[in-house]
């Protein structure tokens, strides 16, 4: 067996790594929904005693929650860049429960808001006015997996974290994985078309989800379980419930083919003196690691200089422009060790890299990936975080951070900085301040947005549109999409009582 030979490169040692719990509720930031983005409250009906006594007959009062303290946090998001303010929260355990809940709103005319994990980045989960909370955190039951097809099938308040624990007793992982997989759900993560760290390997949900079952606003249940990979029985509706935020239906469960176990993992982190190196590296990583390479994340000196600031976990190599995070899966570690030693020894032949680390035991390659999963923790604690999760061709990839960065010159940002999955072309621009500033937002928007239309890029990569991007859904997609996205949205909840101010904007379009 060959090993990466070179003096550059070192293992990874333990180090006594502080791990960040996953959406702790810190951040200052306290302006709030109202006071940031124009809109006004819809034309729906107010919450009564009597609404409330409809819920206990159908959940019983244990699981509703009006107390203002109980209630307040599904309000906000767990960055407190949002707020709405909800009266009652709802826990349903079966998709009959959701069904009877939402066929009483409708006919109230009482405006919803889904909620899973509440880790979502674009305020698409929060309540935005007084919407009637639904949470999805009881509905927790895995209803089954097949060993031989790879299917998991479950409720959608299956935690990201659990399901993968689950399937590992199996010899079969998620195909998707993200820094908020201890607390995020596998139906929020449907509904957002979550995209996470292994999509360059597994694809995106739309392809692994194999079936949903979702509520319409009126009560009907959709029942779209298929668990069959090849099923061309017409338009494939499980698609309108993946990505659509909960404005189409309340997505109640899913089946989700899931990849083998792979039998060695490795990881290695390093450290590039240009974008254009990183440029080369991936290239390179791409066409040695091919079937093997599992995630390819780039972070720039800046996004893990928070991490090092204000979390005080310490990057192993040495201090470079750019950081490259590869991972490999495969089923065997000769081959795997061999592809990766192979890559690594020509990425330092021609100068690609200019330090780095790689890891195979677990501890050590958890260490290595905490550098990356703690970037948005690392980040909230300087105050307030604008955040954009772009899509871009990869040459364009890094300047949006660069041209920001000269954009915002004059103003009292702290960092502008760009890291993700470089891999899928999926880079998150994120802006700190000490607090939250307007003037600082509006030098950000519609500025990089616009930039971001013009290079042929997303506005949203993998986030969502929810509550903060809506304004922004024009920049990438055409008028006449977005009047269609309306009409669709009529003919499957009428009265607009599912997740409303998220993810349509309004029509007509101004800005
Ligand atoms: O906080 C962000 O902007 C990104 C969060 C998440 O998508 C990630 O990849 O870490
Ligand atoms: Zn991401």
Request: with cysteine; hydrophobic share 35%.
């Amino acid at each position: 067996m060959r090993k990466a030979t070179s003096n550059l490169l070192h293992t990874a040692g333990h180090h006594s790594w502080l791990s960040e719990v996953r959406c702790a509720k810190y951040g200052t930031a306290s302006a709030l929904t109202k006071d940031r983005y124009n809109v006004q409250r819809g034309n729906y009906a107010t919450l009564t005693d009597r609404d409330v006594s409809f819920f206990e007959q159908i959940v019983g009062k244990s699981r509703i929650l009006t107390d203002a303290a109980d209630v307040e946090p599904y309000n906000a998001d767990w960055l407190h860049s949002v707020k709405g303010y909800s009266q009652c929260v709802l826990k349903p355990k079966t998709t009959e429960e959701v069904s009877a809940i939402l066929k009483y709103c409708n006919e109230r005319l009482l405006a919803v808001c889904p909620q899973g994990g509440n880790s979502g980045l674009a305020g698409g989960s929060n309540p935005v006015f007084d919407e009637v909370v639904i949470s999805t955190s009881l509905m927790n039951n895995i209803l089954g997996f097949d060993s031989l097809s790879g299917v998991l099938s479950c409720q959608a308040g299956c935690i990201l974290e659990n399901l993968e624990t689950h399937l590992e007793k199996h010899g079969h992982i998620m195909p998707l994985d993200l820094g908020a997989k201890g607390s995020c759900q596998i139906g929020g993560n449907v509904s957002t078309n979550a995209g996470g760290l292994r999509l360059v390997r597994y694809g995106s949900l739309h392809g692994s989800v194999l079936g949903v079952e979702a509520v319409l606003a009126n009560g009907d249940v959709i029942d779209c379980m298929s668990k069959m990979k090849k099923d061309n029985t017409g338009y494939h509706l499980k698609h309108l419930f993946i990505g659509s935020e909960g404005t189409l239906g309340l997505v109640t469960k899913v089946a989700i083919n899931c990849p083998v176990l792979p039998k060695s993992v490795n990881v290695a982190l390093l450290g590039l003196e240009s974008y254009e190196k990183v440029l080369e590296t991936l290239k390179t990583s791409k066409r040695d690691l091919g079937e093997i390479l599992s995630s390819c994340e780039m972070m720039d000196r800046e996004s893990l200089q928070a991490v090092e600031d204000n979390l005080k976990l310490r990057v192993p190599i040495k201090d470079c422009p750019f950081y490259l995070l590869i991972e490999t899966s495969g089923s065997n570690s000769t081959h795997d060790e061999e592809k990766l030693a192979q890559f690594l020894e020509h990425a330092l032949d021609k100068n690609m890299i200019i330090d780095g680390t790689q890891a195979s035991e677990p501890s050590r390659i958890k260490n290595l990936w905490e550098l990356r999963e703690n970037i948005t923790s690392g980040l909230a604690k300087d105050g307030y975080c604008y955040k954009y999760d772009i899509s871009l061709p990869h040459e364009d990839f890094y300047s949006c951070v660069e041209v920001l960065r000269h954009h915002l010159g004059h103003l009292p940002v702290l960092r502008v900085c760009g890291y993700g999955h470089i891999g899928d072309g999926n880079i998150h621009l994120n802006v700190t301040s000490k607090a939250y500033s307007k003037e600082i937002l509006q030098s950000i928007e519609p500025f990089i947005y616009e930039w971001t239309a013009k290079v042929g890029g997303s506005v949203s990569a993998e986030h969502g549109i929810g509550f903060k991007k809506r304004d922004a859904v024009h920049f990438s997609k055409s008028t006449r999409a977005i009047e269609l996205m309306h009409q669709m949205k009529k003919v499957m909840d009428p009265n607009g009582i599912l997740n409303p101010y998220k993810v349509l904007p309004e029509l007509p379009i101004t800005n």
